[in-house]
Nanobody
C-alpha cells in the first residue's frame, strides 16, 4: 500500500496548482481520502476530504471556495486543486487514507488516519 503526492512547487500569489495523490496496492475509491498540510513551525492540519462512496467533498472553512478535491477512479488518483494561492498556503501537503469524514461546524471532522504519502512542498511567493 502506497500513496505518492506530486504537483507541488513554487507559485506566485494568485496562481494555481493541482496536487495529485496516486495510490498503489489498493483502490482509492474504497477509502475516504484526506489532504493535509503542514506549514513551517505549525502542526499538520486537514484541509479537505473526499468521501469513498460518492466522492462528496469536505473542506475546512479556511479554504472553501479556493480548494477543490476530486477523484479519478481510472487513474486511482485524488486531486487537490488550489486556486488564488496566498502566502498562507505555503506548506508541505500530504494525502492520507481515513476511516471517515463527517460534517462539522468548522468544515469537517475526520478520524482513522492510516496510510500517508511522503508529501509535496508548495511555496507561495509574492
Amino acid at each position: 500500500v502506497q500513496l505518492v503526492e506530486s504537483g507541488g512547487g513554487s507559485v506566485q500569489v494568485g496562481g494555481s496548482l493541482r496536487l495529485a495523490c496516486v495510490a498503489s496496492g489498493f483502490r482509492l475509491d474504497n477509502y475516504y481520502i484526506g489532504w493535509f498540510r503542514q506549514a513551517p513551525g505549525k502542526v499538520r492540519k486537514g484541509v479537505s476530504c473526499i468521501r469513498s462512496s460518492d466522492g462528496r467533498p469536505y473542506y475546512v472553512d479556511d479554504v472553501k471556495g479556493r480548494f477543490a478535491i476530486s477523484r479519478d477512479n481510472a487513474r486511482n488518483t485524488v486531486y487537490l486543486q488550489i486556486n488564488n494561492v496566498t502566502p498562507e498556503d505555503t506548506a508541505v501537503y500530504y494525502c492520507a487514507t481515513l476511516s471517515e469524514c463527517l460534517p462539522a461546524p468548522s468544515g469537517y471532522y475526520y478520524h482513522g488516519e492510516d496510510h500517508w504519502g511522503q508529501g509535496t512542498q508548495v511555496t507561495v511567493s509574492s
